[in-house]
């Protein structure tokens, strides 16, 4: 099994993985570790594809599983309710996991420099433009300036073409926003980890990582939604030791 480790100096006590497309049993066009159970892989295959994440990794629990709606809705664990429809888990607990899919939207993996408290965002253009990272960092209810980021797997700057709405979505909240946009016909060609670079730092959080990937490029590694339409899903998990 392959799996990206976030360079990022978080604390001891912070565990952070973010898995690819490799190591599983789904068939296409899911091959081979999907990790999502909506997006009509066989339930068997993928119950199998996260029992054998949980061994690889020696998780010391069952991930929650959110039904991600593209929204700023944050869980803190553990949680007790049946409903679990976020797109962002916060946790304090040790043991506790915090996991999001993707499959071109940002993942964004979060914890503080003490080690006292991790999270993890979904992304995608509408949830970061509605500030499902600032609703995050909101529950995690440490200074920002203390917080550390790491951006995984997401559709590059290249491949992320876009229409003029999702342009002014960004360009409303701040004039910065229309730097991280390029022309291209009567489309634009958008740059989200940028987007998500400014709205981090207009919330406070200075130390930054990751976002050197592309998952519409990089058709060996990862699964790409625009890239695909029927993909699997990738995971990025956070715990606290």
């Known amino acids: 099994m392959d799996v990206i480790l976030p360079d990022w100096p978080a604390p001891a006590s912070v565990c952070a993985v973010q898995t690819d497309r490799h190591g599983g049993v789904s068939q ?13 892989d066989r339930p068997g295959d ?10 690889y990794l020696n998780l010391p629990a069952e ?19 049946e409903q679990a429809t976020a797109d962002a888990v916060v946790s304090r607990t040790p043991g506790q996991i915090c996991v ?12 503080d420099q003490a080690g006292t408290v991790v999270g993890a965002a979904h992304a995608g253009w509408r949830g970061l433009a ?34 003029g709405e999702v342009r002014e979505a960004f360009a409303s909240h701040s004039t910065l926003a229309v730097d991280a ?17 400014l709205r981090l730092a207009a919330a406070g959080v200075h ?14 590694r990862f699964f790409s939604y625009r890239r695909d339409r029927q993909t699997g899903r990738m995971a990025s998990l956070i715990w606290l030791d």
Not at 66 to 78: C, E, I, M, N, S
Not at 181 to 197: E, P, S, T
């Open 207 to 220: 130390h930054i990582y990751g976002g050197e990937y592309c998952t519409y490029t990089d058709a060996e």
């Open 100 to 111: 999001v899919m993707t499959a071109d939207c940002l993942p964004v993996l979060f914890c």
């Open 28 to 40: 296409a066009p899911y091959n081979s570790l999907n990790l999502g159970s909506h997006v009509g």
């Open 46 to 55: 993928v119950a199998f594809n996260r029992e054998r994440l949980g061994a």
């Open 181 to 197: 946009f390029m022309a291209r016909g009567d489309k634009w060609l958008a740059d989200i980890y940028h987007l998500a670079r």
């Open 130 to 163: 509605a500030g499902v990272l600032e609703a995050t960092l909101a529950e995690m209810k440490v200074d920002p300036e203390s917080v550390l980021a790491w951006m995984g797997p997401a559709i590059g700057p290249k491949a992320f073409e876009v229409g």
């Open 63 to 81: 991930p929650l599983w959110l039904d991600q709606v593209h929204g700023t809705r944050v869980l803190t664990l553990p949680h007790s309710g």
